[in-house]
């Protein structure tokens, strides 16, 4: 079973468009991540949920808003779609007791033309 | 914010050979991880560091937390094909768990 699974894995749209991601962990994790990776394989952290509270929000614009049903699911829906928001975008999960080691899912490939 | 200084930023080795990089920070770090990143997948726990001076190993891997808690190092032993990848550095900014990433190492091994 795959512990965090990302949906879809690849994600091609036009600018403009509208569009989600959705992640999920059978880890039984408290907390979940969303973070980007841009050409050049830098990681930085977008969003961070503990129990479906909001606990990370970097400097991300607000035509990304994350969604967590439950402490099981993080959904990251992307609104106005830009060329800048090609990238590959990563879920993670961590529990409360050990926050710094974080699994990762196996990525969105997100394509805007 | 923290920032981690990865070196060198890319290798190509012979299968057989080591492998060392290191990660440098201008601020303490109180842990310190290592991940490996395959193509076309997420990145994937190596080996994580809680004290200073602590050395630690996972199989043919061994990690260290520097004395001065602002650097880090990675050795690979007798590289294998399968160790192709790009190695990263991380570490939690402010002590939270908002990781900070280095820029990562690409790792190419020539059978």
């Known amino acids: 079973d795959t512990a965090v699974s990302q949906t879809p894995k690849y994600l091609v749209t036009q600018m403009g468009n509208d569009k989600s991601i959705k992640c999920e962990q059978n880890?039984?994790?408290?907390?979940m991540y969303w973070y980007k990776q841009d050409s050049k394989k830098f990681l930085k952290i977008m969003f961070s949920y503990n129990n479906k509270e909001l606990i990370i929000n970097e400097t991300v614009p607000n035509r990304f808003s994350p969604k967590s049903p439950d402490k099981a699911h993080l959904n990251l829906h992307i609104n106005s779609l830009e060329l800048g928001d090609s990238a590959v975008y990563f879920c993670?999960?961590?529990?409360?007791?050990?926050?710094?080691?974080?699994?990762f899912g196996a990525g969105t490939r997100l394509s805007v033309l | 914010g923290q920032q981690l200084n990865q070196s060198p930023q890319s290798m190509f080795i012979q299968e057989g050979e080591d492998v060392s990089m290191n990660c440098t920070s201008s601020s303490i770090f109180n842990t310190w991880l290592w991940y490996k990143q395959d193509p076309g997948e997420g990145p994937v726990l190596l080996i994580a560091?809680?004290?200073?001076?602590e050395l630690t190993s996972n199989g043919r891997l061994t990690a260290q937390f520097g004395i001065t808690r602002k650097d880090s190092f990675l050795n690979i032993s007798a590289s294998i094909p399968s160790d192709v990848g790009i190695y990263f550095c991380?570490?939690?900014?402010?002590?939270?768990?908002?990781?900070?990433f280095g820029k990562g190492m690409k790792l190419t091994v020539n059978p």
């Open positions: 560091l809680y004290k200073a001076g």
């Open positions: 880890l039984g994790h408290d907390t």
């Open positions: 993670a999960s961590s529990q409360g007791y050990a926050k710094n080691i974080q699994y």
């Open positions: 991380a570490g939690p900014q402010g002590g939270s768990e908002k990781l900070v």
